[in-house]
């Protein structure tokens, strides 16, 4: 799964950096406890106003594929509710975008011996 916030480049361009730090980390607050405390999966790496999150790596009994397209619904009513706490503070609402893909993967380390990451490696439909 990718989340991501939409045109947020251009409002992070105009706005005050408290501000920007603020919203992202209000995003980030609650759509990342949605993939790893409702729906079991794992935030992998934050890409700058988004994140990637694996559902079901190393279980072989997991329904990663329900378990990613409901945390994407629950995401989309957990910023809409953010939404409306911004709107009260009188700020413009935060547009996302998420992509869901399924298959299988590579789920490991790469890299270097001095530094490795966990990610998922293939091309899922």
Excluded at 24 to 45: A, L, Q
Excluded at 92 to 117: K, Y
Aim: negative net charge.
């Amino acid at each position: 799964m990718f989340v991501d916030m939409r045109s947020w480049t251009a409002r992070a361009s105009v706005s005050a950096p408290a501000d920007v730090v603020e919203v992202m980390n209000d995003f980030f607050r609650v759509t990342v406890r949605v993939v790893e405390e409702e729906h079991r999966g794992m935030v992998n790496k934050y890409l700058g106003d988004g994140f990637m999150a694996i559902f079901g790596a190393g279980e072989s009994d997991s329904d990663h594929a329900q378990d990613a397209v409901a945390a994407g619904r629950e995401i989309l009513s957990a910023v809409n509710r953010l939404n409306d706490e911004l709107a009260a503070k009188g700020q413009a609402p935060i547009r996302i975008g998420i992509g869901i893909h399924c298959g299988p993967a590579i789920v490991g380390s790469i890299g270097t011996p001095q530094r490795l990451e966990f990610t998922a490696i293939d091309e899922t439909l």
